[in-house]
């Protein structure tokens, strides 16, 4: 998908000013301009819902997003980041054992209604109805007391059975 950009506030300006989507992309390291060798080779693609300045010069995002890419091309411009991503393979067939584990985290899930507590009605909705373990994984792992670490290596897990056997554990 050419044309979608990645990277700061010059560039989300770009992407506002384009109707582009962006790519949420996490860094290898917390520096403050990170080129292409400093970022990780997945992210989200994501759409813009709203965005607000705050009086310090912080600008908030809230996105929605749509759907975990692998970063193909980098291209660094002047002032802006544009990206090239390529949608990750979400097709999984659910066999038997998949089926089961999936059982298994829903189940626990029924169990912990502090956790439930955490979700809208919407998102609890999604979780029961979903046969794409992707989908269950990335919908969970949010609401989970793990650190910031934990959560990057379910991010960055392409294997949707493994994802999903991880969350189980």
Known sequence: ????????????????????EIFLVPPKSQDDAPGEADLHGLGIVAGVLQTLKLPDGTVRVLVEGRERSRLVKYHARHDYVRAEVVPLDSSFELKNDALSLQQVVLTTLRAY??????????????????????????????????????????????????????LAV
């Open 1 to 20: 998908h050419p044309g979608w950009v990645v990277g700061d506030e010059i560039d989300l300006e770009v992407a506002l000013a384009e109707g582009q």
């Open 113 to 166: 209604k502090d956790l439930q507590a955490k979700l809208n009605k919407e998102k609890l909705a999604a979780l029961w109805e979903t046969d794409k373990l992707d989908m269950l994984v990335d919908l969970l792992v949010p609401h989970l007391n793990l650190t910031d670490e934990k959560r990057l290596e379910f991010f960055l897990e392409t294997r949707p059975l493994v994802r999903l056997e991880n």
